[in-house]
């Protein structure tokens, strides 16, 4: 999900046909907001599971949740609020100059895909071969 709205519906909704900027950055933000939370709630969802199982999990398992959670942090307590105050500037007609933020956040989403990404495949290698 998270996937899907970071790197394809993000740069599409650009490219639709009679969608003003002020549209098309309204419904980012919203997309952005609403993903961010859910998120969220995936990851203390997975964090209490592991809480309740009790299982050893090993310091990358810790890793990889620990990076996810920084990023979301960072995401929600600070990046996001400030993207979307611009957001809302910029849909009133003010001119904004460019600013490194948003280019950090697709960092940040970046750093989250590839996190997620390692975290299937050190699954799989972790896996006791049952065949």
């Not at 993000?10 to 933000?29: D, H, N, R, W, Y």
């Amino acid at each position: 999900m998270f996937m899907t709205i970071s790197f394809l519906e993000t740069p599409m909704k650009f490219q639709v046909e009679g969608i003003t900027l002020s549209t098309a950055l309204g419904l980012g933000k919203l997309m952005f907001g609403l993903s961010t939370k859910i998120q969220g709630l995936f990851l203390a969802l997975i964090l209490i599971i592991m809480y309740i199982s009790r299982k050893n999990y090993t310091k990358t398992d810790c890793m990889v949740l620990t990076v996810l959670m920084f990023i979301l942090l960072l995401e929600q307590f600070w990046m996001l609020p400030v993207l979307d105050a611009r957001v809302d500037r910029i849909s009133s007609g003010l001119s904004l100059p460019a600013t490194p933020l948003h280019d950090y956040f697709i960092y940040a989403e970046s750093a989250k895909a590839l996190t997620l990404v390692l975290a299937i495949i050190l699954q799989f290698k972790t896996q006791p071969n049952e065949y």
